[in-house]
């Protein structure tokens, strides 16, 4: 199949892509996503062969705004109600219980409850509104790799094996949405995003848990999908915490007999004299744009097959820093520079 790139003006041939059971990547403001009918369970499915998704991974349900959520959802509480008005169309997914029988085992994964996300993307939003049905839309990566921010990861990806990107430059934020679940009693962050738990405490007037109430690693509330390797590019990824591991670091990649990967904001790349055989791609100059350069420069050394180590900064874990921080030590598996 060849896959076409889809522009602005061609959003009703996407749509009826759509319409028609075939899957279409579309952009918004965190990475891109791999849409299909939401409605229709065999197109659901394609999307799990096409990415090479676990079947136990339920997809979130992507629509036009809150009257879309309410033909799915049981009856939002006050709360609910008050975070779509606050942050929709935005960053912010959540999970509602469902009502019975209203969308496929494909998309919740059995689950009786379904991921919901209003994006803030015109383009996407016109999609959805065109295409009358919500779209499902995991990111838009072969599973396990890093999610695309640009049309042209979507593209690495998945050429060949989907109908067509709607291309519309690159996600703003680079890092995916937080996921709230608002099913449960006390409501709980299964993923950090954009949006933090302080913002969304703020909202509700009462506590959410996440990581910072965590006991055990293990009694931390998780998405299905956080279980899987994630986010992980052929080279080992090296956490650089500090100023004297990033002094060592420069000792240990010049004693290496292969390419190195520096990924660091410009004042550490600047700062130091690397050896001829470091290459650095730069993550800006704050925890912001590294979270929107991340996933990029991942994928940049992925094609350099050479670089077998990639050493990238950690940021501190305020604000988007600590979905930067999730990230980061996910496609590193945890491996820090100072263990090496
Ligand atoms: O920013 C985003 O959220 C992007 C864009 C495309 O919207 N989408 C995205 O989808 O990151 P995905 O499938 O890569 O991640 C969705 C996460 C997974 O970890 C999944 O397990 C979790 O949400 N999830 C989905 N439905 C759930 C449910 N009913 N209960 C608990 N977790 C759920
Ligand atoms: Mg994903």
């Not at 579309?26 to 998704?53: C, H, M, Q, S, W």
């Not at 879309?68 to 960053?91: C, H, I, N, R």
């Not at 990967?261 to 700062?271: P, Q, S, T, V």
């Amino acid at each position: 199949m060849d896959t076409k790139i889809y522009t602005k003006k061609d959003l009703k041939l996407a749509a009826k892509d759509i319409n028609d059971g075939e899957l279409v990547s579309f952009p918004t403001e965190t990475v891109y996503g791999l849409g299909a009918d939401a409605t229709n369970e065999i197109a659901v499915k394609a999307v799990y062969a096409a990415k090479g998704r676990p079947s136990d991974n339920p997809l979130i349900v992507h629509v036009d705004g809150p009257n879309m959520v309410k033909k799915y959802a049981q009856p939002l509480s006050p709360e609910a109600q008050s975070l779509l008005d606050t942050f929709w169309p935005g960053p912010l997914t959540i999970i509602f219980k469902l009502k019975p029988n209203v969308l496929s085992k494909a998309v919740t994964g059995g689950l009786d409850t379904a991921a919901f996300r209003n994006p803030n993307n015109d383009v996407t939003l016109s999609l959805i509104r065109e295409a009358g049905v919500p779209i499902v839309g995991p990111s838009a990566n072969t599973s396990g790799k890093p999610s695309p921010t640009k049309a042209e990861h979507v593209y690495h990806d998945l050429k060949g094996k989907i109908s067509g990107i709607l291309d519309d430059g690159e996600s703003k934020y680079g890092v995916e949405s937080t996921v709230l679940d608002m099913s449960t009693d006390t409501p709980a962050i299964l993923r950090p995003g954009a949006i933090t738990s302080t913002e969304i405490e703020k909202v509700i007037n009462k506590p959410v848990l996440d990581q910072r109430t965590k006991v055990a690693d293990n009694q931390v509330p998780k998405a299905p999908g956080m279980k899987y390797k994630h986010y992980a590019p052929n080279a080992q990824v090296y956490i650089v915490d500090n100023e004297d591991e990033w002094k060592s670091s420069v000792k240990w990649a010049a004693e290496q007999n292969h390419p190195v990967g520096i990924m660091a904001d410009n004042k550490n790349i600047d700062k130091y004299d690397w050896s001829d055989n470091v290459e650095t791609f730069s993550l800006g100059d704050n925890v912001n744009s590294a979270s929107h350069l991340l996933f990029a420069g991942l994928r940049h050394f992925d094609n350099e097959p050479e670089v077998k180590s990639i050493l990238t900064q950690a940021f501190s874990s305020d604000g988007i820093g600590e979905a930067y921080m999730n990230r980061l030590n996910k496609s590193a598996g945890q491996v820090h520079f100072n263990l090496k």
